[in-house]
């Protein structure tokens, strides 16, 4: 059955089968919000021996290199700061949550949380060039931008079968693919987002980060996302491994090419160091 002839509801049925976030990852969400110290979220990331690993890592890795090794959890924790730990916190429990049991050929789930890591990065330099509150918000909805594509391989498999073949078919984005055959990846992800309680304004980037201006009015995160996804996909960061083509700039939306071609020179530089940690985590 495809999804032109299925309502909204029972298209969607399958995510009241979506499982919690584990409960380490709950706690330690739980104590970032309430501004935890350092040695205080130390005791509760440290039940975690694989997340302990990864952050050390990447307080050493050459992103965040300082002049001494870090040698302990609560150092790495500080390094990094409460920011970045979150994103490492939440990567390494969707990793396991939203794993598709299926394989799917012209699909790497791998890649697809690359390009996600060159979407937040490129979201957080934009962010902190245009003066935005909280750039660390801005990186984790950059992060977090295409759940739903991660959720259409593990309760849609049929369809996103579906939408593979439309892709290599046409020689479409997968965006396109999905409006041919009627559901949006957006939308799929501001459900899984409300499920697991993330704030309004990360459920409206992660549903509108493809069209952020609604009703007249631009939504600021979901525009990041939208400038994100197109400076990443200029650097490489591409989901798709036989479509590079980049999104087409809508002419309601305001473009500040200068800003973005700054961003990607950034971007370009670091490039080689992003790939180098995320890759591990997401293949160990």
Known sequence: ?????????????????????????????????????????????????????????????????????????????????LGEVRNVVLTTAMRYVLTPTATYKKFNITRLWIHAI???????LLAQEEGMASPETCYTAGLLHDIGRLALTVFFPEEFLRILALTEAKDISFKEAEEELGLSHAEVGALV???????????????????????????SMAFLIFKGDIVARAVGFVPEENFSKLPKWPKSLPLNKKLLAKVVNVLKKERQDLLSFWTDVFVS
């Open 1 to 81: 059955m495809g999804f032109r002839t299925m309502d909204i509801a029972s298209r969607l049925k399958n995510l009241d089968k979506l499982p919690t976030l584990p409960q380490v990852t709950q706690r330690i969400l739980e104590a970032l919000a309430q501004d935890a110290s350092a040695k205080e979220l130390e005791k509760i990331i440290a039940e975690d021996q694989a997340l302990t690993a990864r952050l050390l890592k990447l307080a050493n890795s050459p992103l965040y290199v300082g002049a001494n090794p870090v040698t302990s959890l609560t150092q790495a924790i500080v390094r990094l700061g």
């Open 118 to 124: 060159g979407v937040a990065r490129a979201v957080y």
């Open 193 to 219: 987002a409300e499920k697991w309680r993330f704030s309004e304004e990360l459920i409206q980037a992660i549903k509108y980060h493809h069209a952020p201006k609604q009703n007249g009015r631009i939504l």
